[in-house]
């Protein structure tokens, strides 16, 4: 009984809580994995934005690419507008409270994010704010690409330049008109372009060859390599875009057909893993 009892406790104590595939449904190992990243000219790291265990692994890959050369990190958590305060927080001008104070950071920011802009902070590396302004993404959600006519051009810089090319055709867009329903127009899915296009608009300006650019994204501005991958195809051909998507799931054995080509790397996270919010 009591050798039994062992083995279950062992058992217990090793219990996976997340598994990497392949877009064809094949198992990573953490080597293969952190290889195929550093074979990247660009990773979009597509998470869950509650999701503790990518979280952990984006930390990870930062640390592992830090190591290997160049790297410059950005994410869609935070406002191209802030790119001040954060430089400021960077360079070590002002602390965690100040950056608080002066950036628009989400709410999640200290649990999630924080550790990855303390690492660019205490390495030297660039961090780049991503995002366009949420105003801007606002006023395309109720008047489409033409409320971006009356921005001020001093503040067209937080943005790629206009006209913002769009395809409602693409899959993940028209999945996103058809989940938002009866809440859902095509302004709305026009915000969604947006976004994408403008972190693909700054990746683009700080990515090159020989300068690998980490970016931390919700799954869904990647997903099927559409999204943020669609527009830097369309002004960076020449890049390496390497994809990852992160999912939950009850069984961490196989990749479930419907996530076969999700991403060029899909992490499989066990369900019951709490939510970091």
């Known amino acids: 009984m009591v050798l039994g009892s062992s083995v279950v406790i062992a058992e217990a104590q090793h219990l996976p809580a997340y598994s990497l595939f392949n877009a064809t449904g094949k ?75 002066l950036a628009r950071l989400w709410t999640n920011h200290h649990t999630d994010y924080a550790p990855l802009v303390d690492l660019a902070r205490e390495r030297g590396l660039p961090f780049i704010a991503c995002n366009v302004p949420r105003r801007y993404a606002r006023a395309v959600s109720r008047g489409g690409f033409d409320a971006l006519d009356t921005v001020p051009d001093g503040e067209r810089r937080w943005m790629p330049p206009l006209p913002i090319e769009f395809d409602a055709t693409l899959p993940g867009y028209v999945r996103m008109l058809d989940m938002l329903g009866d809440h859902g127009t095509p302004d709305v899915v026009k915000a969604q372009a947006l976004k994408d296009a403008t972190m693909a608009h700054f990746i683009a300006m700080h990515a090159g060859k020989g300068v690998r650019f980490l970016h931390f994204n919700g799954s869904y501005h990647s997903d099927f390599h559409e999204g943020i991958g669609w527009y830097l195809q369309r002004t960076r051909p020449d890049l390496k875009v390497v994809t990852i998507a992160t999912v939950t799931t009850e069984q961490l054995d196989r990749l479930d057909a419907e996530h076969r080509g999700q991403a060029d790397i899909i992490l499989c996270v066990d369900v019951d893993i709490p939510g970091s919010y």
């Open 27 to 101: 198992k990573l190992s953490h080597k293969q994995f952190l290889g195929t990243v550093a074979d990247a000219d660009v990773v979009l790291f597509g998470e869950e934005h509650n999701n503790p265990i990518a979280h952990w692994l984006q930390l990870v890959v930062a640390r592992d690419l830090a190591s290997r050369g160049p790297l410059v990190m950005g994410a869609e958590m935070i406002e191209a507008d802030d790119q001040g305060a954060l430089d400021r927080y960077l360079r070590k001008e002002i602390d965690q409270e100040a950056f608080d104070t």
